[in-house]
């Protein structure tokens, strides 16, 4: 991942993706040059560079959340590992979590319009 934000290339951002999710085979060469040139600009660098400097722990804090929350899980997620969802659910007040099987970290993009009907009927209904 380091490589990918620190000193983004075509390869570093390949390996990114497979590392994180369960099937990046359906990543497309377009989808990379974009992520590619948002990676490179200057400011989403700073960003990055400035968002890692402090670790951040969300269980937390968990329990002083007062929205209802969406959890939009991976199954697969090797960065964030489903006991940490589960922990979330436990600690949340009101909370609804939704685990994608064969799914990793990036559930945005595996997905599919599963995520986005989750998405768009918890915007619409809250």
Not at 13 to 25: I, P
Not at 74 to 94: F, I, S, V
Not at 99 to 109: A, E, I, K, P, S
Request: with cysteine; aromatic share 6%.
């Amino acid at each position: 991942m380091r490589e990918a934000t620190e000193r983004p290339s075509e390869q570093a951002l390949r390996d990114w993706l497979h590392a994180f999710m369960v099937d990046s085979s359906g990543v497309t060469d377009a989808e990379i040059a974009e992520r590619l040139a948002l990676a490179s600009d200057p400011a989403a660098q700073a960003a990055r560079r400035a968002s890692s400097t402090a670790p951040y722990d969300a269980l937390a804090d968990a329990a002083r959340v007062r929205a209802k929350t969406l959890l939009l899980w991976g199954r697969e997620d090797r960065a964030t590992p489903l006991d940490y969802a589960l922990t979330l659910l436990a600690r949340l007040p009101d909370v609804q979590l939704h685990v994608f099987q064969r799914c990793g970290h990036l559930v945005q993009l595996e997905g599919g319009a599963t995520y986005n009907r989750l998405v768009v009927d918890w915007i619409a209904n809250e």
